[in-house]
């Protein structure tokens, strides 16, 4: 693979892009505003990896981060956990992963200067004289003025009822998602202390302790009655949404492994997900709405049990991260295929994709001993595990949180009102 281009100064080497530089000799990172940001020897490793080359595949880039660690495993999923990562510390997505390959995002500069955000001044000498305006004529002037004002304030008018009209065209169907009527009453929330160190200790999915922890502590909620979608919104319905909106494609729609009509839309961020709720007059369910839906109310591990089957879901391939067919897919499953089953009848609730919610990644009410280094950075949850993932991120007590305009081939999402 050919390395891209970088910048010397003196005896430093610098990659420089859009939105972080790194610094070989330095051994550092610094975001956009030349911040320092904080990154691991590992995750600096595989950063200069991906700088340095092309495209990278799972063994290579795992085996340059090891550095000649040859008892250190990395699994498919653990690699990527180094692209979340990199992302959620430089704050941007940089780092993208398509066809079994990663990659940096976007172009590198080419000098260390930073681009220019000042303002052009203003050159006094061109500017436009001031009108002056003789008395004698003053009224048809001031008469002028106000035909031109008025004529802007109907452009206006006009010109919003066109964008309400664009977005919600006539003659646009809307799908028809059946619901699912969850009941008020309490359920049991998030994992106990014994129960996330544990997920932690199989630690299928190679995520940091942190984010385990983040399912404590246990507790009972108490909702009122709401309905959810008894499927995950499908590529079918969502293409609707897209026709009557123009919004844009999602990218994995080019992927014939992810783009069948009844395969669950994925590569849709919180934004997407929203909108599309929105324009169906509903909304994303809120964290807690999502794990009742999926586990019941007895604070059960999967939402047919507590003990895992992998018979009973769209799942990856165990601990050793790859696609698994036992299940009977090895991409994403149709969204009614009847799977991840929970309770109440909800379909996949457990594996083919993860889905949004709702609310923002922070600590659960009575966490008062562990901290997560991205509570309160306004990342989202999304909940479920996918495809590609093992029993433990199966769990509807799993969450995982990531900024608003992040898009994966394995996240997707349903609706709620």
């Not at 990527?80 to 959620?88: C, D, V």
């Not at 004289?129 to 802007?152: M, N």
């Not at 909106?245 to 014939?256: G, H, I, L, Y």
């Not at 299940?327 to 379909?347: C, K, M």
Request: negative net charge.
């Amino acid at each position: 693979m050919a390395p891209l281009k970088c910048k010397v100064s003196g005896f430093t080497m610098l990659y420089r892009h859009r939105y972080f530089r790194l610094d070989v000799e330095a051994v550092t990172v610094f975001d956009e505003n030349g911040k320092q940001l904080s990154f691991t020897n590992h995750l600096f490793r595989a950063l200069l990896f991906l700088c340095e080359h092309d495209k990278a595949g799972i063994d290579e880039l795992g085996d340059f981060i090891s550095g000649g660690e040859t008892d250190r495993l990395y699994t498919h999923n653990s690699i990527r956990q180094y692209q979340y990562r990199i992302n959620q510390v430089i704050g941007h997505d940089v780092v993208l992963y398509k066809k079994q390959e990663f990659f940096i995002n976007g172009e590198f500069l080419t000098d260390d200067s930073p681009p220019s955000q000042t303002t052009p001044e203003t050159d006094t000498a061109e500017q436009e004289p001031v009108l002056a305006v003789p008395t004698d004529v003053g009224f048809a002037f001031l008469k002028r003025r106000v035909i031109i004002g008025a004529s802007i304030f109907f452009m206006l008018v006009v010109s919003a009822a066109i964008i309400v009209l664009f977005q919600n065209p006539v003659g646009f169907a809307k799908p028809a998602s059946a619901m699912v009527t969850i009941p008020a009453g309490d359920f049991i929330m998030g994992s106990t202390e014994e129960q996330a160190l544990e997920a932690f200790r199989l630690n299928d999915g190679n995520f940091d302790k942190a984010g385990y922890l983040s399912e404590y502590p246990q507790r009972t909620v108490t909702l009122g009655e709401y309905d959810i979608d008894r499927k995950e919104v499908s590529n079918a319905e969502y293409r609707m949404f897209v026709d009557a909106t123009n919004r844009a494609e999602p990218t994995p729609w080019s992927d014939q492994k992810s783009n069948d009509a009844i395969q669950p839309v994925t590569g849709v961020d919180w934004n997407d997900s929203t909108a599309y709720c929105e324009w169906l007059g509903k909304r994303l369910p809120t964290e807690a709405e999502w794990e009742k839906a999926a586990r019941g109310i007895d604070g059960r591990i999967w939402p047919w049990g507590n003990t895992w089957d992998p018979t009973k879901d769209n799942h990856g391939n165990g601990s050793e991260f790859g696609f698994d067919t036992s299940d009977g897919f090895r991409y994403s499953a149709p969204v009614g295929s009847d799977l991840g089953v929970s309770p109440f009848g909800i379909l996949n609730m457990a594996g083919n994709v993860y889905e949004w919610t709702a609310d923002d990644f922070a600590p659960y009410p009575g966490n008062d001993k562990y901290v997560h280094p991205y509570y309160f950075e306004a990342y989202k949850v999304f909940k479920g595990g996918a495809y590609t993932d093992g029993p433990m991120e199966q769990r509807p007590a799993s969450r995982v949180g990531h900024a608003k305009d992040f898009r994966e081939e394995d996240i997707g999402f349903r609706c709620a009102r």
